[in-house]
Nanobody, 125 residues
Framework: QVQLVESGGGSVQAGGSLRLSCAAS????????AGWFRQAPGNLREGVAAIYSGDSVWYTHSVKGRFTISQDNAKQTVYLQMNSLKPEDAGMYYCAAGDCFGGKNPADESTFNYWGQGTQVIVSS
């Protein structure tokens, strides 16, 4: 069973930075994409960033230029570096892993089979 554990959330002021980590364990075969999603209170969960097919990346428009997704295959860990944080970036951040082969949408929740428990990000203005 694949397990994902997020860490790195916290409370920062607007303009600050955080780096989220997602450590994976278990059988990773057939899993070729990882993503970060977030959910603010009262909102639907939305895709933030994804990395797939080795080095392809996707970002939602609102975080382009501020967030960077990366992975360390040796450590089976995916990172989300978040810079210039804004209050609207706050929420619970979830890591997800799945199979993006065949043109599946890395921004779509249904692409991902495994999810972490989430890590909270608070951004104060």
């Amino acid at each position: 069973q694949v397990q994902l554990v997020e860490s790195g959330g916290g409370s920062v002021q607007a303009g600050g930075s955080l780096r989220l980590s997602c450590a994976a364990s278990g059988p990773m075969y057939n899993l070729n994409c990882a993503g970060w999603f977030r959910q603010a209170p009262g909102n639907l969960r939305e895709g933030v960033a994804a990395i797939y097919s080795g080095d392809s990346v996707w970002y939602t428009h609102s975080v382009k230029g501020r967030f960077t997704i990366s992975q360390d295959n040796a450590k089976q860990t995916v990172y989300l570096q978040m810079n210039s944080l804004k209050p609207e970036d706050a929420g619970m951040y979830y890591c997800a892993a799945g199979d993006c082969f065949g043109g599946k949408n890395p921004a779509d929740e249904s692409t991902f089979n495994y999810w972490g428990q989430g890590t909270q990000v608070i951004v104060s203005s």
